[in-house]
């Protein structure tokens, strides 16, 4: 029974109000005015014939409504919703009378049932009877696909609010800020011109994380260009220990904002590299964003870290139905991100 829910994607408690509801509504058409008391208003057979056809009607819904499930966002297509209704409402009254035209064969009840007016009558039935439990069933639907999408919205926010803490600590600590400015008090005493190219990056830096602060998603124009300002800094403070190549396969679609900046930053954070082998680290842009950097592990594995690829992760989960891939091996570590369209 538990399967059978889980199929239908329904709740003991619904399938129960159901029944309730069509209980009561077999004792009702019993009850007539001047009709003497009986006991058998109140038997539930008519009911449980009831519920039965209301579960076949769940399953034709189901299937004609399976779109709903993969749905992207609580914008219901209202036309789209009205023609899977009535394509369900079609193959139930297909289905029912091919049913009752075998068992009027099986039975030879033929001239007995079928008559126009019995038929005619018969199909009302079926087509009220398919649009209260159809629309019951329906409106379950799109009440818990409401709940579905008003959670995953709500856990969006929570990884959006963390993620943006994780990076302002990353990005605009003491720290960050003391080492990037002993990098360009010595630039300046030894080199102007690069000092003045270091400057520019550095403010494109943190122009860019204020800017976008609020945004869910950002162009790959735009990541790219963060990424490369921010590849500068590092070249500054590492030199050439750490080397970034980008490729360009015809890119469309956006990302969250500073994906790229964060698959960098792990690749330096968990490698060793040097001028003589340095940690190469390649950036594709096209259907999906890819990192591979060569694997050059510390001696000594850094315990801490890894938290903005985490919230990364969790950001996809809500916000597309495809999820980021990691694969490792004794010399390669890669991430594969979809572009969300």
Do not use: C
């Not at 159901?18 to 058998?40: C, E, H, M, N, T």
């Amino acid at each position: 029974m538990k399967t059978l829910f889980q199929k239908l994607r329904i709740s003991p408690e619904f399938i129960s109000l159901i029944f309730l509801f069509a209980y009561l509504d077999s004792i009702k058409s019993r009850v007539s005015p001047g009709q003497r008391f009986d006991w058998y208003i109140f038997t539930p057979e008519s009911a449980i014939i009831s519920i039965l056809q209301a579960l076949i009607i769940f399953f034709i819904l189901q299937y004609s409504f399976s779109w709903l499930q993969s749905s992207p966002s609580f914008d219901i297509p209202w036309k789209r919703t009205a023609v899977s209704f009535g394509k369900g409402l079609l193959l139930y009254l297909i289905l029912s009378n091919l049913f009752s035209i075998l068992i009027s064969l099986a039975f030879d009840t033929w001239e007995r049932n079928y008559q126009t007016e019995i038929q005619v009558s018969n199909n009302i039935k079926k087509v009220l009877d398919f649009i209260i439990y159809g629309g019951f069933y329906v409106a379950y639907l799109l009440f818990h696909q409401f709940k579905s999408h008003q959670k995953q919205l709500k856990d969006y926010e929570v990884a959006l609010a963390d993620s943006k803490i994780t990076h302002l600590k990353q990005q605009l600590n003491p720290h960050f800020l003391f080492n990037n400015l002993n990098i360009l008090d010595q630039l300046i005493e030894e080199n102007p011109k690069s000092a003045s190219v270091f400057l520019q990056n550095f403010s494109e830096l943190y122009r860019y994380a204020l800017k976008n602060y609020d945004s869910k998603l950002v162009s790959w124009e735009e990541e790219l260009e963060f990424a490369e300002n921010y590849f500068y800094l590092i070249r500054e403070k590492y030199g050439d220990a750490y080397e970034l190549k980008i490729n360009l396969e015809n890119p469309k679609g956006k990302l969250p904002p500073l994906t790229l900046q964060v698959l960098i930053e792990n690749a330096i954070f968990h490698n060793y590299g040097t001028a003589e082998n340095p940690v190469k680290i390649h950036v594709t842009f096209g259907k999906y964003l890819t990192v591979r950097n060569t694997f050059f592990p510390f001696k000594k594995p850094k315990h801490q870290g890894g938290r903005g690829l985490l919230n990364l992760k969790e950001q996809y989960r809500i916000l597309s139905k495809e999820t980021i891939q990691i694969s490792q091996d004794k010399d390669l570590f890669s991430v594969l991100i979809p572009l969300i369209q």
